[in-house]
């Protein structure tokens, strides 16, 4: 069984081929792709796989831009951090989904559903038409919320943080901050990609590979050496900057 995986986060991509190795031994991971154009590119070179685990976010947009494009002629299980999507698309469809963080358990069990299904599976036509992909993708954009506060666990205590409240957020030695309007600063869950994913992009920009900003607590931006800019934050002495990869689409962002 021939596998591709479309997932842009590195720990989830190696629990799923941890996962796929431990339940399908003899199954071959054909690629693992990152970004909607490496698979736009993967597909015009290869044969269609068997099976498509697909993330739906990726750094460069949603995946169903690739579906658009390309109409997959396997099952395709979704992989999503919001479990208001689609799901019962997905169900009527068919179509399994795994909700992050997963389990084995849970991986085992959609796998199931594939091997129960696979039977039924049209070999020549494909498992999702272009009407069901459109309504999917319409459906995500419309349905689409993000994360409104951050519960952080504080001395034996849960504290709730409202996103509105944070000027920025910051990776240090792998541990993500949230920094508040006061400068006090709150450990998250996740990697700093794990939680852009969770924020609205109309609202959080990220600088660099350590750094996103709030755009309602920027106060300027100024020059700062050939490519970068240096973002100053409102009610604080301390400076932001932008990578100069980022620049360009910063300065896009602000005048959005």
């Not at 002629?73 to 997963?102: E, M, N, R, S, V």
């Not at 709030?214 to 900057?241: Q, T, V």
């Amino acid at each position: 069984m021939n596998i591709l995986i479309i997932e842009d986060e590195g720990p989830s991509a190696r629990q799923l081929i941890q996962y796929l190795a431990e339940a399908e031994p003899n199954a071959v991971v054909v690629g693992l792709l990152k970004s909607i154009e490496k698979a736009l590119d993967w597909f015009a070179q290869n044969p269609m796989p068997d099976l498509i685990f697909s993330d739906i976010e990726l750094l460069d947009g949603n995946a169903f831009a690739i579906y658009d494009q390309v109409l997959p002629t396997c099952p395709i299980i979704f992989i999503t951090a919001y479990d208001q999507f689609l799901l019962q698309a997905f169900q009527g469809q068919g179509i399994a989904y795994l909700l992050k963080p997963f389990t084995a358990a849970q991986f085992g069990e959609v796998l199931a559903k594939y091997h129960a299904l696979r039977r039924s599976f049209a070999p020549a036509g494909p498992t999702l038409s272009a009407a069901v992909l459109a309504e999917l993708s319409q459906a995500l954009r419309q349905l689409r919320t993000y994360k409104q506060r951050f519960t952080v666990r504080l001395r034996n205590a849960l504290h709730l943080l409202a996103v509105d409240d944070v000027t920025h957020l910051l990776a240090e030695e792998g541990v993500v901050f949230a920094v508040d309007k006061l400068g006090a600063r709150y450990p998250l869950a996740g990697t700093l990609t794990e939680v852009e994913k969770q924020l609205d992009p109309a609202r959080f920009f990220r600088l660099n590979r350590s750094e996103l900003v709030n755009l309602g607590y920027i106060e300027k931006a100024e020059p700062y050496g050939k490519d970068r800019l240096a973002i100053k934050l409102k009610n604080s002495p301390d400076f932001l900057l932008t990578s100069a990869a980022n620049t360009a689409e910063f300065r896009k962002w602000l005048d959005a």
